[in-house]
């Protein structure tokens, strides 16, 4: 460098050469974005849609920006053009050319209308009010640009982005939704006539919202990424899209149901009648079961059976009517309900036939434990023993006297258990429980 001006140092031919060289380049990468940004889709379409919200908001500001951004550009071209034009004149540039150079590339030597910075909502470099003009260095013109540049563009892909993934979506689950209520509608599902027809009318509501929303309002649902600098970092908020993705999903299910019960509804009903056939057969056993108990079993508490409740042929009644008349959306809840009922309802049959049982059950246990003993001690060669015939003899007028004892059939045949034990295994020895009359042998 050689003597010093306003700016500093003046700057020699090759600092001059180098420094043109690089505001060249400069020059036409911010030509070639302004362009890009010029022809983007996101843009185009922002101009020609009639916006809402925080998007018309951010628009106005951005076609601000942008149009700033353009007027920065062409006194950046022309400051770039006069230093070429200077720098053209001679081969060997004079003291005096390069003091103007040094100049025109290093101090604020562009000077912008301050009407440019005033158009409306457009950020300006500086706060305060705008002046009638404004002077910037190349290097601060070109910060500048790349400021207004990133947020305009981030703006643009932003709403870009959600115009491109949000009502494509939006309408490829409306279609789901129209081929959903044709086929509700087919199998009688309606709104105010069944949950899944009320539910298929909110989400037509909801669908046809949301897609106005996004198409007027696009960064209404924009979350930009958090930490991210770059323009357009963020990805669309598809919450409420994927809530009412979500529930067509549950209905459809409720729909597919609905289709199985037209399809099986015959089958379903003829064995809903054969369990609730199964269980009225099994409590009237349970009942006849009772009477004998009653008659034959002497001293023991045996449970009251009821009768078949009437309001699940009622219900069967109501259901065989839903078919005949294709309402397939009543059907299948009900069927649904009946089903379990109709398997609860048998499962209360046995259970009271085999309470009521529980006393010839325990009788006849008692039956076979005797005549086992009895033909385990004919084989040692007991079978006469005075002892045991006396003791078989009273267990067994008891087992098969009405009514029957149970209690004290079960200790006769006790007693006649722990004689035979004693005459197998050894000696007599005394019984726990056994009165000592009973201990004795005739003639004791």
């Known amino acids: 460098m050689g003597v010093t001006g306003s700016t500093g140092p003046v700057m020699d031919r090759d600092e001059v050469d180098r420094a043109l060289a690089r505001l060249g380049a400069e020059h036409e990468a911010i030509e070639t974005s302004l362009l890009a940004l010029q022809d983007h889709a996101g843009r185009r379409l922002l101009e020609g849609a ?4 925080v998007t018309r908001e951010r628009w106005t500001s951005t076609e601000a920006s942008i149009t700033l951004l353009w007027t920065y550009f062409d006194a950046y071209t022309d400051a770039l053009r006069s230093a070429r034009d200077i720098r053209a004149r001679r081969r060997w540039s004079s003291r005096e050319d390069l003091v103007e150079l040094t100049e025109l590339l290093n101090g604020d030597s562009v000077t912008v209308a301050g009407s440019a910075s005033a158009t409306a909502n457009a950020p ?11 002077r910037y260095s190349l290097v601060t013109l070109v910060e500048r640009m790349n400021e207004l540049y990133a947020t305009s563009l981030d703006m643009v892909v932003a709403a870009d982005a959600v115009w491109s993934a949000l009502p494509a979506r939006i309408d490829l689950l409306a279609a789901e939704l129209q081929r959903t209520r044709r086929l509700a509608h087919s199998v009688g599902v309606r709104p105010g006539e069944h949950p899944a027809g009320d539910d298929l009318e909110r989400i037509t509501r909801i669908l046809t919202k949301l897609r106005e929303q996004v198409i007027s309002d696009p960064l209404a649902f924009w979350q930009a990424a958090e930490g991210s600098s770059a323009p357009g970092g963020g990805r ?17 299910r409720e729909i597919d149901a609905v289709l199985t019960v037209r399809q099986d509804a015959e089958k379903r009903i003829v064995k809903l009648r054969d369990i609730l056939s199964r269980a009225d057969r099994t409590l009237a056993e349970a009942r006849t079961a009772r009477g004998e108990v009653l008659a034959k079993i ?18 069967l009644a109501a259901a065989a009517e839903y078919r005949r008349q294709a ?8 069927l649904e309900s ?13 259970e009271s036939l085999t309470a009521v049982t529980a006393p010839l059950a325990v009788r006849a246990e008692l039956r076979g434990r005797l005549d086992a003993y009895k033909a385990k001690v004919a084989r040692h060669g007991f079978a006469e023993d005075a002892l045991l015939v006396e003791r078989y003899e009273k267990a067994r007028r008891m087992l098969w006297s009405a009514p029957c004892d149970l209690r004290a059939a079960e200790q006769a045949v006790l007693r006649y258990q722990h004689a035979a034990a004693e005459l197998l295994n050894g000696p007599r020895v005394p019984e726990q429980g056994v009165p000592e009359d009973d201990r004795r042998g005739p003639g004791a």
């Open 50 to 53: 009639e916006l809402t919200g």
């Open 124 to 134: 300006t470099l500086h706060g305060g009010p705008t002046k009638l003009s404004e």
């Open 236 to 252: 669309p908020d598809t919450t409420v899209y994927d809530r009412e993705a979500r529930s067509l999903e549950e209905v459809r």
């Open 298 to 315: 002497a001293a023991t508490e045996v449970p009251v059976v009821g009768g078949p409740p009437t309001v699940l042929q009622e219900q």
């Open 327 to 334: 309402q397939w959306h009543r059907l299948s809840p009900l």
């Open 338 to 350: 009946l089903e379990q009922k109709a398997e609860d309802e048998l499962l209360r049959a046995r």
